[in-house]
């Protein structure tokens, strides 16, 4: 079992920046491909990036290429998103996921991902 906290959530202007960090519990964080994903009100959820166990393949939607990076501490069982260039279309909330895969496997749907954090809240005002 792995429990996931999100923080770091908030409100910022277009053009800003905000670091999301997602930690979580127990001693086997290093065993989990780790991903976020966000959901806009009436929308799906959707993948923002992914980064394998041991930190050397990354993945990100075409959406964030360019501006947003994930990287991990797997001393710290913490997984981060740094999102600069922030645009009024990444107000969502984000949410943190885990996936017991192998090596350095990243994958993008949700329904791969076997945990889940309860979501922090981003909001990009124009």
């Known amino acids: 079992q792995v429990q996931l906290v999100e923080s770091g959530g908030g409100l910022v202007q277009a053009g800003g920046s905000l670091r999301l960090s997602c930690a979580a519990s127990g001693r086997t964080f290093r065993n989990y491909a780790m991903g976020w994903f966000r959901q806009a009100s009436g929308n799906e959820r959707e993948f923002v990036a992914a980064i394998s166990r041991g930190g050397g393949t990354t993945h990100y939607t075409e959406f964030v290429k360019g501006r947003f990076t994930i990287s991990r501490d797997n001393d710290r069982n913490t997984v981060y998103l740094q999102m600069n260039s922030l645009k009024p279309e990444d107000t969502a909330v984000y949410y943190c996921?885990?996936?017991?895969?192998?090596?350095?496997?990243?994958?993008?749907?949700?329904?791969?991902?076997?945990?889940w954090g309860q979501g922090t809240q981003v909001t990009v005002s124009s």
């Open positions: 996921a885990a996936d017991r895969t192998f090596g350095g496997v990243v994958r993008t749907a949700p329904h791969e991902y076997d945990y």
